[in-house]
């Protein structure tokens, strides 16, 4: 499953809650794959300030607590207003909030803590 140089450490499997979307972690970076956006984003790992789990229902957000920013304007490419979530929050870029929903949100998240930094 890898190419020369890149060294996969996880693929979230394809499902209609990702809508058949394929996100992959490397050790330097993450690719998400999205069939709406026809392309794949690719965000090094250094450029990442934050990611975490977060419940569905993403404009609740606004109750729990976090900005307009996090809650209202993330690029959601897939259902994760209606499925548990990974929210990321990157340093750089035109759009700085990402909302997508791998098949275990909490495993994909753990294994980009590993990678954030390097």
Known sequence: MTRFGEDL??????SLRNLWQEY??????????SWL????????SADILNIEVRPRF???DL???KSIAYTLLPMKID????HTNVAIHRKSGLIKHIRITPNNP???VEICRTIMGK
Do not use: C, N
């Not at 450490?9 to 394809?14: A, F, I, P, Q, T």
């Not at 259902?79 to 209606?82: I, V």
């Open 9 to 14: 450490l996880h693929v979230s499997k394809r």
């Open 24 to 33: 992959r972690i490397y050790e330097d970076r993450l690719k998400l794959k």
């Open 37 to 44: 956006l026809l392309r794949t984003l690719v965000i090094p």
């Open 58 to 60: 993403v404009m609740f």
């Open 63 to 65: 109750l729990r607590g």
């Open 79 to 82: 259902f994760s207003d209606f």
């Open 106 to 108: 909490a495993e994909f």
